[in-house]
Structures are given as structure tokens and as C-alpha cells.
């Protein structure tokens, strides 16, 4: 089913994702755990396998990619490496996007057929 279109992902701290871990370590399943909370069942599984492979390290929220351009968007002015690393930002995302029209175009090209 997934999120209601134009919803946000939830953000839990590290410390949320703990207490139930520990609830599901201390013999509660997973699911009972989960309900209470409103967190899906499959999420604390997975929280609960991070906790054994890597501790309470692998319940540290990730970091998701943000726009490598906005560092340097914000100066007024910059160095020249720091010209020359924005101009080399701005080809890769233009041969990236490239690349993805052309494989759109060949696979329209294919169904086609």
C-alpha cells in the first residue's frame, strides 16, 4: 500500500529505535512491539538486525544524499578549484540525466516493436 502521496518519511532518533529494540530482546515479538508504537512490524525487524550485526551504531539514522550543487550556490564567490569542482558537478548531473533519456528512448524504441 505505502505512504499517502505527497507524505513525508518518518524520522526516528536513535534512542526511539532502542526502546524497541529492547522490548523485542526482553521477549515481546516484533509486532506487538510495533502496533503499540504505530511502527510497522518489518521496521522493527529490520531495527532489531541492525542491533545485532552492529549495536546501537546501526540504529544512527542515516544520512540521505542532498544536492551537491547547494555548497556552492550559496557563496557569492568562489575559488577556482571550487569553480572548477561546481562546473565538473554540473557536467556529471548533465551526462547522467542523458544518459537515463537515452535509455527511456530506447526503451520506448523497443516496446515499439
Given at each position: ?11 526516528y532518533?536513535?534512542e526511539y ?48 544524499p ?29 551526462i ?18
Open positions: 500500500m505505502g505512504r499517502i502521496k505527497g507524505g513525508t518519511n518518518r524520522v532518533s536513535k529505535k532502542l526502546q524497541l529494540v529492547k522490548q523485542v530482546e526482553s521477549g515481546r515479538s516484533a509486532a506487538q512491539a510495533g502496533k503499540e508504537r504505530q511502527v510497522n512490524e518489518t521496521v522493527v525487524r529490520r531495527w532489531v538486525q541492525e542491533y545485532r550485526e552492529s549495536g546501537e551504531a546501526g540504529l544512527t539514522p542515516k544520512r540521505k542532498g544536492n551537491p550543487l547547494s555548497i556552492y550556490q550559496k557563496r557569492k564567490e568562489l575559488s577556482q578549484v571550487e569553480q572548477l569542482r561546481y562546473e565538473l558537478a554540473l557536467a556529471q548531473i548533465e547522467a540525466e542523458l544518459k537515463k533519456a537515452r535509455c527511456k528512448e530506447w526503451r520506448d524504441a523497443q516496446a515499439k516493436k
